[in-house]
Each structure stands twice: as structure tokens, then as C-alpha cells.
């Protein structure tokens, strides 16, 4: 597992320096079947977007956060951990330190890392990215790949988000 994962694999990190979550806001935004009220105009209504929008491209799906005065709070909604043990549930932070391939994996570490600088803010790594995998023996340069895909990535976000992502920001 941690050679299908970790070995020469991409992963994606998306960092953000906003309010954060604390664990049990982050257990509401991740759990599955948690009601709320939404007004007509509300993203999220059904709960599944983010989460099932993001295993059609990652089998490991950790979110990590940390709102102001509070520890780092982290929940990991894990294909692999599900298939090993037959657990459909979401790992807290006690379950992955159990996972040498999922605690000592360079993206979790950065993320930690990352938050343990800041106030508060989340980050969300995308581990396991089964669409941009290319085998060790493929003549496709992976450095080549990447170019061309954070290319593509600049151009689809730019559309939107143009002010925010050109040099010195909004």
C-alpha cells in the first residue's frame, strides 16, 4: 500500500489561510447523514460534494484544520483503509497514527507542518490520484506531465478565479 500510495506517486495539497475548523465543525462538514439547515441558495445541501467529487480522483481524501485557540483537527476518508479492514468509516487522527504509510507520508507531514505555522486555516490532501498515475516503465517523463497538468489546472482555474490567482492577488 505504501508503494501504490507514497512510492513515486502525485499527491495534491490545497491550503488555505481562512477561519479553520475546529474537530467537531470538521466532523459536521466531513460526516455523512448530518442535517442542517440550509437556505435555497446553500452549496453542500446533500452533503456529498467535496468528498464525492474528490474520491472520482483520489483514493485517500484527508482534511485537515485548525481554527483559532484550538489543536489541529484531522479526518481522513480512506479507500484503501475501508477495503483493508471492511470499516466504512472516517479515520480520526488515532487511526492513521496507527499507519506508518498514512502518518509518515510526506503530504500529511507538510500539511501539519503547515498548519502548525498559522492561526488557523485547513488543508485538504488529495493522496493516491488514480487518474494522473502513470506506470514506472511508461516512456511518459513525468516532470513533462506535471508541466503540462499544472498548465492545464492555471488555465481551467483562471477562467474564475483570474484576480485572485495572477501574481500579487486581488
Not at 106 to 120: C, I, R
Not at 137 to 160: A, Y
Amino acid at each position: 500500500v505504501a508503494e501504490v500510495l507514497h512510492g513515486n506517486r502525485l499527491w495534491l495539497m490545497i491550503m488555505d489561510d481562512g477561519i479553520g475548523m475546529n474537530a467537531d465543525q470538521l466532523y459536521r462538514a466531513m460526516g455523512r447523514g448530518i442535517r442542517r439547515k440550509y437556505e435555497e441558495n446553500h452549496l453542500g445541501k446533500y452533503g456529498m460534494g467535496m468528498k464525492q467529487s474528490s474520491r472520482s480522483h483520489a483514493h485517500e481524501i484527508t482534511v485537515l484544520s485548525k481554527a483559532e485557540g484550538f489543536e489541529i483537527a484531522v479526518l481522513r476518508d480512506s479507500t484503501m483503509y475501508v477495503l483493508k479492514t471492511g470499516e466504512d468509516k472516517l479515520m480520526e487522527i488515532s487511526d492513521i497514527e496507527k499507519l506508518d504509510w498514512m502518518f509518515g507520508a510526506e503530504g500529511f507531514n507538510q500539511a501539519m507542518e503547515y498548519l502548525g505555522g498559522v492561526k488557523s486555516g485547513t488543508v485538504i490532501l488529495l493522496e493516491g490520484l488514480h487518474k494522473t498515475e502513470i506506470e514506472e516503465d511508461s516512456k511518459v517523463e513525468k516532470l513533462s506531465l506535471l508541466s503540462e497538468m499544472q498548465s492545464r489546472i492555471e488555465s481551467f482555474l483562471g477562467l474564475t478565479f483570474q484576480k485572485y490567482i495572477q501574481p500579487g492577488g486581488a
